[in-house]
């Protein structure tokens, strides 16, 4: 049975938003629409990480291959570390099987999960205002700034940390925690590096030091012509010392490099080539804020039981970026609520959410505490004698291996009720781009 005829609307464009819209399409629920807020799709920020939990979900809809025309590829490990004063190898983590981690620019993942939305499922420059059910319609009125209104029968809020659905309908408390690290964003061109520090710079390389490490991903490739290094400097900075209203602002390079003075050869040519690539001789530069796990993520009419809201993404479980899992959860949650609101056995829309809920929150929730702990690690708070020793990278890999190595799509075809017998969800086959769930 399903909601495969219910008017689903979602709130936001983004990485998550248009990750859901793909899932929603790629179940056929056929009924849905996307509100993007902007007056056109953009992605600010350096390059994302997306790992092999979610890349299984992007090739089975269909995404891998614009993805992989635009990222990197076949990557030698998945991360190598070194020291930050002397550029000594400290040991690397190995990939965790395929489909292997791919670095790319936001906007061109944007673009690629963009293609397989028609243009008939988007609307543009709807920024939310108010959300609000109606009684006498038995419908939700969603009202946008520009003074238009849009109706639906579940509205799915993917809408950001700073989720309007989550404050103003749901009523959550938005009381995010700053992390205690400033993040310093840009590009370095391959052109502005030494041969040697250019090779290097090929893999994903993490210089670590106490209290502040530099990723570096190698996004994009060759033959597409976009390939440089993105460059993610994690920084312990008081709060105090922030000044703009929003969490994402600019910063001069100079103030990451007071960060990173001292630090080896590699790093001083990264700020370098910062400083090249910049016209204003600044970066993007962002406080880091995480919420603690939010006990419930959706509710339903009780006088319209196939009604409901409900939270995916960064509106309910953000976390800290150090295992590369922002955007990877979001995907995870958005093919797994498709799935759920494609094949749920009859019309109780409150048992189907509670079902997805309960699937979802466990992992969400680890790993928002794990990926707090994953970046003390990367950035250790201990005396500089017991530094390097402390650092063991198998240790780190055992710690991600539930990460990157879940299935969801398995989960789902021992877990989920099915409606109806002519569907049948399956397994991932060994195959390149493996399928999920096939409609016999």
């Known amino acids: 049975m399903g909601f495969a005829d219910k008017r689903i609307a979602i709130v936001g464009g983004g990485l998550g938003g248009m990750a859901l819209a793909n899932s929603a399409l790629y179940a056929e629920l056929r009924n849905v629409h996307m509100y993007e807020a ?10 994302v990480n997306i790992t092999r939990n979610a890349n299984r979900l992007l090739d089975a809809m269909g995404v891998g291959p614009s993805m992989l025309a635009k990222s990197s590829r076949d990557p030698p490990s998945y991360m190598e570390y070194r020291h930050y004063r002397t550029g000594e190898f400290l040991g690397q983590i190995d990939e965790f099987g395929a489909p292997t981690s791919r670095q790319i620019h936001r ?5 690629a ?14 920024r939310l205002q ?12 969603l009202t946008f700034v520009d003074g238009t209104t849009a109706a639906a029968d579940i509205v799915v809020g993917c809408d950001g940390i700073k989720s309007v659905v989550r404050s103003q309908y749901l009523g959550l408390g ?3 925690i700053y992390s205690g690290q400033m993040v310093y964003r840009g590009y370095v061109s391959y052109d502005d590096l030494t041969h040697e520090t ?7 390389v993490n210089f670590r030091g106490p209290r502040r490490h530099v990723l570096t991903l190698p996004i994009g490739n060759d033959e597409a012509k976009n390939a440089r290094v993105g460059i993610i400097g994690f920084m312990t900075e008081p709060l105090e010392n922030w000044t703009s209203e929003s969490w994402l602002s600019t910063a001069p390079v100079d103030d990451m490099y007071e960060h990173v003075k001292d630090w080896t050869g590699a790093v ?3 700020v370098e080539g910062l400083r090249k690539g910049s016209a204003d001789g600044k970066i993007l530069k962002q406080a880091l804020y995480v919420r603690e796990p939010t006990a419930k993520w959706f509710d339903v009419r009780p006088d319209a039981p196939g009604s409901g809201v409900i939270l995916i993404g960064d509106s309910v479980h953000s976390t800290l970026p150090h295992q590369g899992q922002g955007a990877c959860q979001a995907i995870e949650s958005g093919f797994a609520l498709a799935q759920v609101l494609r094949y749920w056995p009859d019309s109780n829309l409150g048992a189907a959410l509670q079902y997805f809920q309960d699937l979802r929150k466990p992992r969400t929730d680890r790993i928002t505490s794990s990926s707090y702990e994953t970046g003390k690690m990367a950035s250790a708070d201990i005396p500089e004698e017991q530094w390097a020793t402390s650092f063991n990278p198998t240790v780190v890999r055992e710690r991600m291996r539930w990460v990157m190595e879940y299935d969801l799509m398995g989960e789902l075809a021992k877990g989920l009720p099915i409606g109806g017998d002519e569907v049948a969800i399956e397994e ?3 195959s390149e781009l493996p399928a999920a769930v096939t409609v016999c």
């Open 268 to 270: 001083q040519e990264i």
């Open 113 to 126: 999960l963009k293609e397989n939305v028609p243009d008939a499922h988007v609307s543009l420059g709807k």
């Open 198 to 204: 250019a090779a290097l710079l090929r893999k994903t």
């Open 130 to 141: 108010s959300l609000e059910w109606s009684t006498a319609k038995k419908e939700y009125t």
């Open 38 to 47: 902007a007056a056109q799709f953009t992605e600010v920020g350096a390059g």
């Open 174 to 176: 938005d009381n995010p």
């Open 428 to 430: 991932e086959t060994t």
């Open 107 to 111: 906007a061109h993942l944007l673009e």
